[in-house]
């Protein structure tokens, strides 16, 4: 069985940094894309950041690229989404996301990813 579990959110001022986990257990991440996704009350999950199975690449929202950064360790089967200069609209609850076939392509789509976590809050405020 496939659990993803985050963690890493917490309260934080803007301008300030976190760096989010996602632990993967029942699966290898070096053989599965992963995504980073995340949602605010009332609204829609949305696309933060990918990283391919063989982590050659990565690809961002427009929203947060230049200031995100994922990643992967394989040895320890965890993905990282690094934050840095975060702002109040950057305010969420963050998902990690897993897609099920192995050495498939990474995707923007949360349809799709088969395998997802709970969610670490993240709040940026003064």
């Known amino acids: 069985q496939v659990q993803l579990v985050e963690s890493g959110g917490g309260l934080v001022q803007p301008g300030g940094s976190l760096r989010l986990s996602c632990a993967a257990s029942?699966?290898?991440?070096?053989?599965?894309?992963v995504g980073w996704f995340r949602q605010t009350p009332g609204n829609q999950r949305e696309f933060v950041a990918f990283?391919?199975?063989?982590?050659?690449?990565?690809y961002y929202a427009d929203s947060v690229k230049g200031r995100f950064a994922i990643s992967k360790d394989n040895d320890e089967n965890t993905v990282y989404l690094q934050m840095n200069m975060l702002q109040p609209e950057d305010t969420a609850l963050y998902y990690c996301?897993?897609?099920?076939?192995?050495?498939?392509?990474?995707?923007?789509?949360?349809?799709?990813?088969?395998?997802w976590g709970k969610g670490t809050q993240v709040t940026v405020s003064p």
């Open positions: 029942g699966r290898s991440f070096s053989r599965y894309p």
């Open positions: 996301a897993a897609r099920a076939q192995r050495f498939s392509e990474a995707s923007l789509k949360e349809s799709d990813y088969s395998y």
């Open positions: 990283i391919s199975w063989s982590a050659a690449y990565k």
